[in-house]
């Protein structure tokens, strides 16, 4: 059952004080989840004198870094697939679904995706391997045309835009269109390199064909996984210097034709190579905002390292996916450090995982592709049987996302602030910090904090306790308790 949640406001806050009454929690045993509490009429107050706890999270609101553009996941064909059918098979139930995901209103028990990553053409996740020209040799592009994107794709697109009209759309294609490259296929291989500026003005056509359905392209990333090139479904090599020359053209094609707003991101693989993004950068920074992220090698802190190369530049962190079958709690711990938190602290403004719905077996997959081999992907949703679940990566998306949305209806979004923890069990916790600003300057901005406590073992055998921490802000201090899981909550303070 969904239903609407009543968060204090300001103006009562503002005058009872520093307090905490709205908290979400997941717990390890599975006994909360996404669970909201009103702390109400006895919330945790700010106040001096407060003993330090166990664990010491210290907020530091005054070093302010990056805006968040949100969570969320990939609407690939096989996502819109389920989901159009589950509308028509069970459509109060598919409505509530796209409520929990994606409705930001505040008061609601939703996780309020912001973000959805789509497919320009094809992906390992789609019925068959077409591009959005598969006219051999139509270097004007008069063949470009959208009549091989399944219909169910829009028209979920549609739904999910009701829920949220300021949905952020990152669009991008698995691979140009066959006869461009060298295999002369969607799967595998290069783009020639005579093709590069067609490429190009095919990228345009395709924000173009956006726009003409009625959506804006908030970023464009110009190939996914450029140094992926696998013969059984949509990939393509590209090179660094390839990808800086289409990104230099495109950019001038895009602002030339009204479209200056949509920022260009570059790299869009795993954090095992930094040296591509930075080459990208070095070559074409000036047409790209910056560089997005996977988390199927390396490690979280290469965003670092390209952000350290080129501060002003932009991060994403745009896919991950779970794998069916894993541990439950493994994942969230995992999701919560590198990715929900982890990635944030990295500079990330966005943090997607891969499929936003999947059937129980991880399907529908496009024929012969070996993509998501073994158990199979999971989806942050499982739709099967005419209803829905939501996954693990659901969880840990939800709980950050709740703490970046805007407080007011068309206002700021969440900007993460200095956080550290101190204390004789600071290793029990994870913890990220944000503030959201209001529209409003006299109104009291919110404060939240995101904290993983993962202190389930003692010397290796399985023992979940709960951390009793202290949180100071501003002079005053609150005491918390905090359960095996994953905790949001948030206050308000005076501007």
Known sequence: MRYTLVFLSSAVLSVSGQSIYDVFTTTWDRSSLFTYKNLSPNPINFQSGVAAGDAVINITPGTVYQTMDGFG??????????????????????????????????????????????????????????????????????????????????????????????????????????????????????????????????????????????????????????????????????????????????????????????????????????????????????????????????????????????????????????????????????????????????????VMTWALALDSAGNPKLPGTNSCSGAGCRGVVTISNNSWTVNQEFYALAQGSRAILPKDAGGPWGQRIASSVSGNLSWALRVNAFVTKRKSSTDWLRYSIVVLNWDDNSSGTWNPQPVKATINFKGVTAAYTFPVGVTTLWWYGAP
């Open 73 to 350: 996941a990939t609407l690939t064909d096989s996502s819109a697939q389920l989901m159009y059918n589950l509308k028509n098979a069970a459509n109060q139930n598919y409505w509530d679904l796209l409520g929990y995901l994606f409705d930001i209103t505040d008061g609601k028990q939703s996780a309020g995706f912001s973000a959805l990553r789509i497919p320009i053409g094809a992906s390992d996740f789609s019925p068959s391997a077409y591009s959005w020209d598969d006219t051999s040799g139509d270097t004007s592009l008069s063949q470009f045309s959208l009549n091989s994107v399944p219909s169910y794709v829009w028209n979920v697109l549609a739904d999910i835009k009701s829920i949220q009209p300021s949905i952020k759309l990152y669009v991008l294609p698995w691979s140009p269109p066959g006869w461009m490259k060298d295999s002369g296929s969607m799967k595998g291989g290069s783009l020639k390199s005579q093709y590069l500026s067609t490429y190009a003005n095919y990228l345009l056509k395709a924000v173009q064909a956006f726009n003409s359905k009625g959506y804006s392209v908030y970023a464009l990333s110009l190939q996914n996984e450029p140094l992926n090139s696998n013969p059984t479904y949509p990939t393509a090599y590209l090179t660094s210097a390839n990808e800086a020359t289409i990104g230099q053209t495109l950019r001038g094609l895009l602002n030339n034709n009204g479209y200056s707003s949509v920022k260009l991101i570059g790299y869009e693989h795993n954090w095992d190579n930094t040296t591509y993004p930075i080459d990208v950068m070095s070559k074409a920074g000036s047409s790209f905002a910056g560089a997005s992220f996977h988390c199927y090698a390396g490690s979280v802190g290469a965003q670092s390292t390209f952000h350290n190369a080129y501060p002003n530049a932009e991060v994403h962190f745009t896919e991950c996916s779970g794998t069916n079958g894993s541990d439950w709690w493994g994942d969230i711990k995992w999701d919560m450090d590198n990715l929900v938190i982890g990635a944030t602290q990295n500079w990330a403004r966005t």
